[in-house]
C-alpha cells in the first residue's frame, strides 16, 4: 500500500547538513499496524510525514497505492493528505473553541459538506470511541485521554487508507496509554492500517510489526506473529 524506495532527506541548520534519513526502503501492506521505535532525534517524525505527504524526500521514492507522493505538487500532496491520510498527534491539536462533534466534522466542514450530512457519522464515531456523551464538550472539559479520543474519530472521519499517529501516548499517563493503545489495536483488528511513532516499547508491541531507526537508517525489522501482550 505505502511502497518507500531509497528515501532520504537532509535538512539545512545553518551552516550544517542534517541527514535526518539515510536510504530508507521499506513496504508498509494494507492491514499492517506498524509502529516506528528509535531514540530521539533518529527521524521517526520525519519518516512518519513523508508517509503522510507532510513533507517530501530530497533523494528517493514514495508511493501510495502505487500513485508517487514525491516530486507531486503541493495541492495534489495536499489533496492526498487530507482525503486518504489521518494523523494523531502526541498533544491532540483539537482546536479549543470548537466542540467535541465540531473538531470530529471540521476535516469534512472544510470541504464544504453541510454539517447536517456529516453529524450522524461524527456523532456515530464519538459513540464508537465511547464519548456518546461528551459531543458538546470542549477540550478544556475533557481529560487527556478523552481528547486524544477525540482526535482519533476526527482523523478516521475521512475514512482514511492509514492511520498515522506521532506519540500519541506521549502525554498520557500509563493507565490512559493502555486504553488508546487498545482502541488502535482493536481499529486495527478491523482493518485499519496504523503507522505509529513511538519511543516506548511496551506501546510498540501493540502493533504487529516494530521497525528500529537510528541515525536516520533502518536498523531492524521484526514482526510480531499472533501473541499480543
Ligand atoms: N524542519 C527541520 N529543520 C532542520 N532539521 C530538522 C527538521 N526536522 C527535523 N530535523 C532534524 O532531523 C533529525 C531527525 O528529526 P526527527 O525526525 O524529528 O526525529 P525523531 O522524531 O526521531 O525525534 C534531527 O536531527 C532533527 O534535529
Ligand atoms: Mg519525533
Given at each position: ?37 528509535g531514540p530521539s532525534g533518529s527521524g521517526k ?185
Amino acid at each position: 500500500m505505502i511502497e518507500i524506495r531509497n528515501a532520504g532527506k537532509k535538512y539545512q541548520q545553518g551552516a550544517r547538513e542534517v541527514h535526518a534519513l539515510r536510504n530508507v526502503s521499506l513496504s508498509i501492506t494494507s492491514g499492517e499496524f506498524l509502529s516506528i521505535m528509535g531514540p530521539s532525534g533518529s527521524g521517526k517524525s520525519t519518516l512518519l510525514n513523508l508517509i503522510g505527504g507532510l513533507d517530501q524526500p530530497t533523494s528517493g521514492e514514495i508511493f501510495m497505492d502505487g500513485r508517487p507522493l514525491h516530486g507531486i505538487s503541493d495541492d495534489e500532496l495536499t489533496l492526498i493528505r487530507r482525503r486518504r491520510v489521518g494523523f494523531i498527534f502526541q498533544f491532540f491539536n483539537l482546536l479549543p473553541i470548537l466542540t467535541a462533534i465540531e473538531n470530529v466534522s471540521l476535516p469534512i466542514l472544510l470541504d464544504g459538506v453541510p454539517f447536517s450530512r456529516i453529524r450522524p457519522r461524527a456523532v456515530q464515531l464519538l459513540e464508537q470511541m465511547g464519548l456518546g456523551e461528551r459531543t458538546d464538550h470542549r477540550p478544556e472539559q475533557l481529560s487527556g485521554g478523552e481528547m486524544q479520543r477525540v482526535a482519533i474519530a476526527r482523523a478516521l472521519i475521512t475514512e482514511p487508507a492509514v492511520l498515522l499517529a506521532d506519540e500519541p501516548t506521549g502525554n498520557l499517563d500509563s493507565h490512559t496509554s493502555e486504553e488508546i493503545l487498545m482502541l488502535l489495536s482493536n481499529l486495527n483488528e478491523q482493518g485499519q492500517t496504523i503507522v505509529m511513532v513511538t519511543h516506548d516499547s511496551k506501546a510498540a508491541a501493540y502493533g504487529t510489526r516494530v521497525i528500529t531507526l537510528r541515525d536516520g537508517a533502518l536498523a531492524e525489522d521484526v514482526s510480531l506473529g499472533g501473541g499480543r501482550s
